[in-house]
């Protein structure tokens, strides 16, 4: 785990946030925004690193004394946590989203379909097409986006995803895939079966309309 200080400005989780979206951005720098900083001898993603790797398979059933026995977290930065987790259970609850119909995937991407630029997430699943983790991966300028696969899969890896769905806006309002779109998803579905990890689908959404690549039978 870098510094902070080792990251440049603009790639440091608020300044990330800002610019792409808290979607972007990994479970340990949304700690990180939540925390805010850190203290003499330990950066807030050191700090955030360290709440991370002990709670990670329960984090969202962590308790207030837990929280407060990690070095650098007061009183105040625990609540501060433990209060965003509980408004997100509330707002979201704990049902597990399982995808079955491209249209499932729909209410994951909801923030994208009517953007100006283009979107790039990746959906991750586990083996029970259970959704475990939903990302932008990258952020372009109309049809100038650049997907590399190792964008695309490192989440998935860190998540042992079984499978992973793409999906990216097309700000013209035309679903229709790109040969860039069929050579790029031609790309990752060849990546993916090196790492073990299937693309599951390709989704292509506007924002009156969507279509799936799979169901097209380029996938």
């Given at each position: 785990m870098r510094k902070i200080t080792e990251i440049p400005d603009i790639d440091r989780p608020r300044e990330k946030l800002i610019r792409r979206g808290?979607?972007?951005l990994s479970d340990v720098e949304?700690?990180?925004?939540?925390?805010?900083?850190?203290?003499?001898?330990?950066?807030?993603?050191?700090?955030?690193?360290?709440?991370d790797r002990r709670f990670k398979d329960d984090l969202d059933k962590i308790?207030?004394?837990?929280?407060?026995?990690?070095e650098g977290i007061g009183e105040v930065k625990a609540s501060?946590?433990?209060?965003?987790?509980?408004?997100?259970?509330?707002y979201f609850g704990k049902k597990d989203v399982k995808i079955t119909f491209p249209t499932d995937v729909l209410p994951f991407v909801m923030e994208i379909r009517d953007k100006n630029q283009e979107y790039f997430v990746c959906i991750?699943?586990?083996?029970?097409?259970?959704?475990?983790g939903n990302r932008v991966v990258t952020v372009g300028l109309l049809n100038a986006n650049q997907?590399?696969?190792?964008?695309?899969?490192?989440?998935?890896?860190v998540e042992r995803a079984a499978s992973i769905i793409l999906v990216h806006n097309h700000p013209s309002g035309n679903i229709e895939p790109s040969h860039a779109d069929i050579a790029v998803t031609k790309r990752l579905v060849e990546a993916g079966e090196i790492l073990g990890i299937r693309i599951h689908d390709h989704i292509i959404v506007s924002k009156d309309d969507h279509t799936s690549m799979k169901e097209r039978g380029l996938i």
């Open positions: 808290a979607s972007s949304l700690l990180a925004v939540l925390i805010g900083k850190g203290f003499p001898g330990k950066d807030v993603l050191q700090v955030a690193s360290e709440i308790g207030f004394e837990e929280l407060t026995k990690i501060q946590i433990l209060a965003s987790f509980e408004l997100a259970r509330r991750s699943l586990n083996g029970a097409n259970e959704v475990i997907v590399h696969p190792r964008e695309i899969f490192s989440d998935a890896i």
